[in-house]
Nanobody
Framework: QVQLVESGGGLVQPGGSLRLSCAAS????????MSWYRQAPGKERELVAR???????NYADSVKGRFTISRDNAKKSVYLQMASLKPEDTAVYYC?????????WGQGIQVTVSS
């Protein structure tokens, strides 16, 4: 059974930082493309950042230069380091694992940026 478990969310002030983690189990982690998505209230889920099995990354324009995605295949984990957070970054953040026709989601974790 595949599980993706996110952690590290919470409340942070504008300009602050958070690090999200996603621990995977039940899959051959190294072959999967790992991504972070987010969904704000009343909005569609959007891609935040993606990292391939070879380590190539891409980011949404809105987070370029502020967020960094990384992975540790030995720990079967993917991370999202978020800096210079803005109120518009407030959303539920989801971890995603995709390989060919396999597509898995975590349960999501709340990130709130507010003073």
């Amino acid at each position: 059974q595949v599980q993706l478990v996110e952690s590290g969310g919470g409340l942070v002030q504008p300009g602050g930082s958070l690090r999200l983690s996603c621990a995977a189990s039940g899959l051959i982690f190294g072959v999967y493309v790992m991504s972070w998505y987010r969904q704000a209230p009343g909005k569609e889920r959007e891609l935040v950042a993606r990292i391939t099995s070879s380590g190539s990354t891409n980011y949404a324009d809105s987070v370029k230069g502020r967020f960094t995605i990384s992975r540790d295949n030995a720990k079967k984990s993917v991370y999202l380091q978020m800096a210079s957070l803005k109120p518009e970054d407030t959303a539920v953040y989801y971890c995603n694992a995709r390989y060919v026709s396999s597509n898995y989601w975590g349960q999501g974790i709340q990130v709130t940026v507010s003073s």
